[in-house]
């Protein structure tokens, strides 16, 4: 490999990214806005529910009820009902999700029989949430009966009894459930993934449609030197981008790190090159700009956000998908990200994925080179 | 101009189809050393196929190449550093300037510096840009790019210089510049194969070749041909050219007459005889004639009488 | 070709026609006018502003400054009506590759509202005229130049227009379908119709009846082909053919009786004074150099020697760069 010949081509990129403003709004507006929108605009966390509240009894213990639900962070009362049909406008309309519904004789079978019957009625249209404020609704109801059985023995006087048997629980690593706290690395790989393929994919079919590649073939260039050349500048300009995106991470959304940066660099340089090779293979196979960056956006954007785990969890997906999910670069750069930030480890500790990402850029490599041709047909 | 010394292009039977068309058809030439080649055709005619099976961007379906000894088809790696390319839209840098586009080429091909410099600032003296060169490539006008095309491709010195349409729609300022350029190279033993649908740039071709639907029709030094052409021609300068036209075209003689801004011209069997036959219709018509001489056919005339295209186009 | 006479009908008139874009003048201060039955040519390089001038004057594009008339309408005021007097046919032809000859000229008659006894009328004058009377339903994709070229021209005329812009309409085309082309551009012609054409093939400017020198916006000369042969070359032109032109050229570059010399075709074209007078120095200057001629004698210059002495008088003063 000629080192002039590769500091030719890869100077002459640099030139031109730094001179064109559209690359340059790629390079470093795009991480900037997609950082923003995914770090703000994704919250797996169910809260502030919209509730409405249909009393039918009006009493002091209907009211305390009605107080538990306002008290908790997962509820919001938006409305008061006064009969059933306002309350089903009210969720067909989509004012709320939930409705709970106080019977007429509540304090009466509380005082009576111990026992009492709450009514939910749940917008299942968005069946992952109804599920989960039905889960909440129970915990607060719950709350709310071992308060009165309290007040009810205390006022007895006799001892409060020992539950038969509580779940105790730690939460390991990500003690807040903050969900904002995982999700900020996997919208770090995410980004990665979107801009260094957009970085690349333009970047042969670019000078295809210009007429540039045309004299660039008849020289004594060779494919790999072009390759090298072509992608070096922007592994720099990549691994720039991902110290930007990081460190909004760390320092904007506060998420916490734990990891060493070392291992962040080698790990992130590693996964840089795999989606800088994507790219690239690409732009070799399209020669027109719009259909490789169509394709390139395709093959990153989706598989990035539905099958890397980001949002959803790998082990939940029904088998064949898993084993789609292997494809996916960026499944590897999540678990990497996560483990790093939240756990703490270290590049022993993540010898699986660090393999699986070495293959990839081997394959992608090969693959890339073999597809760009030096001959018009 | 061509020497009895090997041919520094050899072309045997070259042949490229795109899907069931042939675009190029059993070519066959050779180019010496100085020597300027030109491919005339319209559009579609093969020039562009051409050029690019020479330049190794392309392989052929059939036949071979031979560009100084090496075997373009067979090792075409080989073959480029001999060779330089200015495809029809020359690729610059737009965002580079002309001294970055330079630069850029002696990379690749390898020219040491000093070298570069004293060529750089030959070439674009010589073409009037030197106080350009810290422009932009973008920024320049239609005849400094292609200018600046041809000294990146000269930057290294090819034995063969392949240019496709270098000089379209670039002002005649700047395509006498492009010229003097070449003719220096000719000197130097460089081949030149130029693809033109310029007529006057094909008068200053050592050798033509006429190409008709992928298929050299003609090729010879522009004089042999226009010797080909059958009949002379008789210019004849009239303001009434419609009326001139009409009553020459139907004369014992004549086998054509083309209408010209201000002028007729009549395509006749022997000039010496019809000259008085024709000034004599005329004046019995009336018709006002200024000058009648006559004139060398050019090579528009020549391609009309050699390739007349009627039937499927 | 008839000259037209100098009473017919004004239908073009552009007076000062100007046109910016940010900082760069495409057009500049251009003043004009064309009559009906007659031919003229826009001559000059790429990005000289000879296709920017047509869209405006065709009210595609809106004047920066100075005014023009297009079949008694302001194109700035009311492009519109102006389109509907007017023909034009862009550069690479503007047809629909996919349908057939006849679909393309039903669908450019319907654009011009033609219908009914007039389009059946007109559609077989267009496809006789193209010479495509048994081809109508053959695809356009299929067609070749030549072809192609007529059929545009075709589609241009639906509508009988008195004005007919035609922007590059043989570039790439063989030369006998140029001719052929030009005979029909001719006929129009005769028949009233006003054309303006423009090329970069000075040779193409022949052709015209008055030609206009484009170079960098500006209108550099205006005038028929032997006005202009006649008023713009100071001095005389020798023709000088040999074996070794480029030693010739450098020979007498820059000698004492040559004003300019370039190469130009497979000889030289000098600019000399007095060809007469000037004849033997240059022979005496050749054979000190050991330069062998085989003709050199006096020629009437031709447009690109009428270019060069126009623009390239500009140049050496260092005024805008070609």
Redesign the interface.
């Known amino acids: 490999m000629n080192l002039r010949r590769v500091k030719a081509i890869a100077k002459k990129e640099i030139i031109q990214v730094w001179r064109d403003p559209r690359s340059l709004m790629v390079v470093l507006l795009m991480p900037l806005m997609q950082m923003a929108l995914l770090g703000y605009g994704v919250n797996l966390d169910i809260k502030h529910v919209p509730i409405c509240v249909f009393d039918r009894e009006g009493s002091q213990q209907s009211e305390s009820l009605m107080k538990a639900f306002q008290a908790s962070a997962y509820f919001n009362i938006v409305e008061t009902e006064r009969d059933y049909d306002s309350l089903k406008r009210a969720i067909d309309a989509g004012r709320c999700k939930m409705a709970v519904v106080i019977p007429p004789d509540f304090s009466q079978h509380l005082a009576t029989r111990n026992s009492a019957e709450v009514q939910t009625i749940l917008d299942a249209t968005d069946d992952n949430t109804a599920n989960i404020a039905r889960g909440y609704a129970e915990a607060v109801v719950q709350t709310f009966s071992g308060n009165i059985e309290a007040q009810r023995l205390q006022s007895l006087g006799e001892p409060l009894p020992n539950p038969p048997a509580i779940a105790q629980y730690r939460v390991w690593f990500n003690e807040d459930l903050e969900s904002r706290d995982f999700i900020i690395p996997g919208v770090v790989a995410i980004v990665l993934a979107l801009v260094g393929a957009q970085l690349t994919s333009l970047t042969i079919s670019r000078e295809w449609e210009r007429g540039t590649m045309e004299v660039l073939v008849s020289t004594p260039v060779t494919r790999s030197e072009l390759m090298v050349g072509k992608i070096a500048p922007y592994v720099l300009i990549g691994m720039l981008d991902a110290a930007f995106c990081l460190a909004i991470a760390v320092f904007w959304f506060a998420a916490p790190f734990r990891g060493s940066v070392f291992t962040l660099f080698v790990t992130t340089l590693l996964f840089l090159i795999v989606v800088l090779g994507v790219g690239y293979f690409i732009s070799a196979s399209i020669r027109s700009q719009i259909g490789a960056s169509q394709v390139a956006l395709l093959v990153t954007m989706l598989p990035t956000t539905l099958l890397s785990g980001f949002a959803f969890p790998i082990d939940q997906m029904p088998r064949p998908v898993q084993w789609v999910t292997y494809l996916v670069h960026s499944r590897y750069y999540m678990t990497i990200l996560k483990a790093i930030f939240l756990k703490g480890s270290g590049l022993g500790d993540l010898v699986a994925p660090i393999a699986a990402l070495t293959i990839y850029a081997i394959v992608i490599g090969i693959l890339a080179t073999r597809a760009f041709r030096k001959t018009l047909g | ?1 061509s020497e009895p010394a090997k041919p520094v292009i050899e072309v045997r039977n070259l042949t490229k189809r795109f899907g069931g068309a042939a675009a190029v058809q059993g070519l066959t030439l050779d180019c010496a050393k100085g020597e300027v080649f030109g491919f005339v ?5 093969g020039k562009t196929t051409i050029m690019r099976l020479l330049a190794a961007v392309m392989t052929p379906d059939e036949g071979s190449i031979v560009i100084e000894g090496v075997d373009v088809v067979g090792a075409p790696e080989l073959a480029r550093s001999h060779i330089s390319y200015m495809p029809q839209r020359f690729g610059l840098y737009e965002d580079l300037t002309v001294d970055e586009n330079i630069e850029f080429f002696a990379d690749l091909f390898g020219i040491e510096r000093g070298m570069r410099d004293e060529r750089a600032a030959r070439l674009l003296g010589a073409s ?1 840009m030197t106080p ?1 060169r810290k422009r932009r490539a973008g920024q320049l ?4 790019k292609q200018k600046l095309g041809l000294t990146c491709s000269l930057i290294h010195t090819p034995k063969v210089l392949l240019l496709d349409e270098p000089t ?7 395509r ?1 510049d492009f ?2 350029i070449l ?2 190279l ?2 130097e033993g460089v081949a030149i194969v130029i693809a033109t ?4 740039e094909a ?3 050592t050798r033509l070749g006429l190409l008709r639907q992928g298929r050299m029709a003609y090729c010879d030094t ?1 004089e042999a041909l226009k010797r080909l052409m059958p009949g002379e021609i008789i210019a004849i ?1 009239t ?5 001139a036209r009409e009553i020459i075209a139907s004369l014992e003689g004549v086998k054509g007459a ?5 002028s007729v011209h009549a395509v006749v069997d022997d000039a010496g005889r019809r000259s008085a036959e024709l000034k004599a219709a005329l004046d019995r018509a009336g018709v006002l004639v200024g000058d009648m001489e006559r004139i060398a056919p ?1 090579i ?1 005339d020549l ?2 009488s050699l ?3 009627e039937g499927k ?1 | ?3 037209p006479a100098p009473a017919s009908e004004i239908r073009i008139a552009a007076d000062k026609l100007t046109k910016r874009f940010g900082d760069f003048i495409a057009v500049n201060a251009v003043s004009f006018e064309a009559r009906a039955g007659e ?1 003229i040519g826009f001559l ?5 502003g000879k296709s920017t001038t047509i869209r405006i004057l065709t009210g595609l594009l809106r004047p920066s400054g100075g005014k023009a008339i297009v079949a008694g309408f302001d194109v700035a005021r009311s492009p519109e009506r102006v389109r509907e007097h007017i023909g034009y046919m862009s550069q690479k032809f503007s047809l629909y590759s996919d349908l057939s000859v006849m679909e393309n000229l039903r669908f450019f008659g319907g654009v011009y509202g033609v219908k009914g006894a007039r389009l059946e009328k007109r559609l077989k004058f267009a496809v006789g005229m193209a010479g495509l009377t048994d081809r109508t339903d053959a695809l356009v994709a299929d ?5 192609k070229q007529r059929l545009a021209l075709g589609c241009a005329v639906m509508h009988e227009p008195a004005i007919l812009f035609l922007d590059e309409p043989t ?9 052929r082309f ?2 029909l551009i ?1 006929s129009l012609a ?1 028949e009233g119709v006003s054309v303006v054409i423009t090329t ?4 193409e ?5 008055r ?1 206009a020198l484009i ?1 960098a916006g500006k209108l550099v000369a205006l005038g ?3 006005e202009l042969k006649r008023s713009a070359i100071h001095g005389e032109i020798l023709l000088v053919e040999g ?1 070794n ?3 010739m ?1 450098e020979a007498l570059e820059g000698a004492p009786a040559v004003r300019d010399v ?5 000889s030289l074209h000098i600019v000399v004074d007095d060809a007469a007078r000037d004849r033997p120095a240059i022979e005496a200057l050749l054979k000190q150099r050991e330069l062998q001629w085989s003709r050199i004698e006096p020629i009437k210059p031709t447009l ?1 020697d009428v ?2 002495q126009l ?2 008088g500009d ?1 050496a003063k260092g005024a805008a ?2």
């Not at chain 2, 006008?141 to 400094?144: A, D, I, L, Q, V």
């Not at chain 3, 370039?262 to 497979?266: I, K």
């Open positions: 101009m055709g319209p559009d579609g005619a009037g350009f006008s239609g005849g400094m379209a729609g670039v002002d005649p300022l700047s006498r010229w003097r003719y220096g000719r000197a649908s310029y007529l006057d008068e200053r071709c522009p300068s303001q009434q050219a419609r009326e083309i209408l010209m801004g201000d050019s528009e391609f009309v390739l007349t295209t186009g | 070709m008839t000259s031919i000059g390089p790429n990005g000289a067609l070749s130049g030549g072809w570039s790439g085309v063989d030369p006998a379908s140029r001719r030009w005979d001719y005769g970069h093939y000075m040779d400017a022949e052709y015209c009846n030609i170079n028929s082909p032997s074996d032109p480029g030693a050229l370039a190469p130009f075709g497979s690109e270019f060069v623009v390239g140049r760069a070609p």
